[in-house]
């Protein structure tokens, strides 16, 4: 199964820590699926075959590496498997809701892979006003609109 989510979705985490996944994105994740610390200050689930590919990937990283073993730790020790309730929501970790800022008001990000979590305020803040010339840089890595 090979997911591509996109789209914006707003929502709240209540007082216990629970969020509603909408349902465009629980049918793409799956029953079960991993949710850990991403980069810039967001939540980020993966579907299980997303999650076993980033295994991979970090597994093959050298062991004598400490950047290598620095990201390793980021990803893997605040992973957790997530299950939807009858609701639909997960029940969010308390360090991870406190690694993204997570209080009430939260952006659901589908972003190709995997499934951004965001503060509403930080997401606020990620749009960059120079994105024409962070395009126009990614024609170096082969990226073209």
């Known amino acids: 199964m090979n997911n591509m989510f996109m789209g914006e979705y707003n929502h709240t985490i209540d007082a216990k820590g629970r969020l509603i996944i909408p349902a465009k994105l629980r049918e793409g994740l799956g029953d079960t699926f991993v949710v850990t610390k991403g980069l810039d ?13 980033l295994q991979e990937k970090l597994a093959a990283l050298p062991e004598f590496s400490k ?7 980021f990803y893997l020790a605040g992973a957790f498997t997530a299950e939807f309730d009858k609701q639909g929501r997960i029940l969010l970790p308390a360090n991870l809701r406190e690694h993204a800022g997570l209080i009430k008001d939260v952006v659901l990000v589908g972003v190709g892979d995997k499934v951004e979590i965001w503060s509403a305020e930080k997401w606020r803040d990620t749009a960059p006003e120079n994105i024409d010339s962070i395009a126009e840089s990614l024609s170096g890595l082969g990226f073209s609109l």
């Open 41 to 53: 200050g967001c939540l980020a689930a993966y579907t299980a075959q997303s999650w076993e590919k």
């Open 67 to 73: 950047e290598a073993r620095a990201v390793k730790r």
